[in-house]
Each structure stands twice: as structure tokens, then as C-alpha cells.
Nanobody
Framework: QVQLVESGGGLVQAGDSLRLSCALS????????MGWFRQVPGKEREFVTG????????YYADSVKGRFTISRDNVKNTVYLQMNSLKPEDTAVYYC?????????????????WGQGTQVTVSS
């Protein structure tokens, strides 16, 4: 059974950086496109970024383009989210997700597996 475990969240100040990690176990990591989503209370889960199986295709939400970078290590079975120039509006629970297809989807419903989420709080 595929499991995803996120780590790296925390409390930072505006302008700071943070790197999230998400490790996949119970499956072949290279078979999955990976995505990061975020959610705040009362709102739908929002697409942040996605990366294809071999990292040839990457998508970003406009709100994070130029500040966030997704990457993956198919040897370590881990996907990363480097977040720079953080803003208070980036505050959310961040989830990683795995999608058994080649290219990353932007819809949460298209993903097969989800992590438990990690809280990121950016103070002003």
C-alpha cells in the first residue's frame, strides 16, 4: 500500500524560506507524477505545483511561480517543495499527492494517494 509522509513544515516569517519533503513508500516512486496542494480552513484544496515521473514536465500555480520550486529524487523516493520569499497568504496545510500517470494533474480528484499534510505558517 502506497504511503506518503510529508515533513518540513513550520512557523516562519515573511520573506523566509522553507523546504518540504514527501517520501513515498509501498510503491514504485518513479511510476507516479507528484503534486503539492495546500488548504486553508473553509476553502477547497488548491493546486500548488506538480512534476512528472521523470521531472521533464513541471506546473506551478500562478500564485507561487518564481518563488516555489518542485523537484524529485527517484532514488530516494522523495519529492521536495522549496518555498522562497514566503508570504502570509502561503499559510496553509500542505499536502503531497501521487498520481499514477506520466504527467501531473492540476485537479485534486485526479490523485490516487495523499499524505497527511504538514502545516506551514508564515507570520507578517
Amino acid at each position: 500500500q502506497v504511503q506518503l509522509v510529508e515533513s518540513g513544515g513550520g512557523l516562519v516569517q515573511a520573506g523566509d524560506s522553507l523546504r518540504l519533503s514527501c517520501a513515498l513508500s509501498g510503491g514504485t516512486f518513479a511510476n507516479y507524477a507528484m503534486g503539492w496542494f495546500r488548504q486553508v480552513p473553509g476553502k477547497e484544496r488548491e493546486f500548488v505545483t506538480g512534476i512528472s515521473r521523470i521531472a521533464t514536465i513541471v506546473y506551478y500555480a500562478d500564485s507561487v511561480k518564481g518563488r516555489f520550486t518542485i523537484s524529485r529524487d527517484n532514488v530516494k523516493n522523495t519529492v521536495y517543495l522549496q518555498m522562497n520569499s514566503l508570504k502570509p497568504e502561503d499559510t496553509a496545510v500542505y499536502y503531497c499527492a501521487a498520481d499514477f500517470r506520466t504527467t501531473p494533474a492540476r485537479r485534486a480528484a485526479d490523485y490516487d494517494y495523499w499524505g497527511q499534510g504538514t502545516q506551514v505558517t508564515v507570520s507578517s
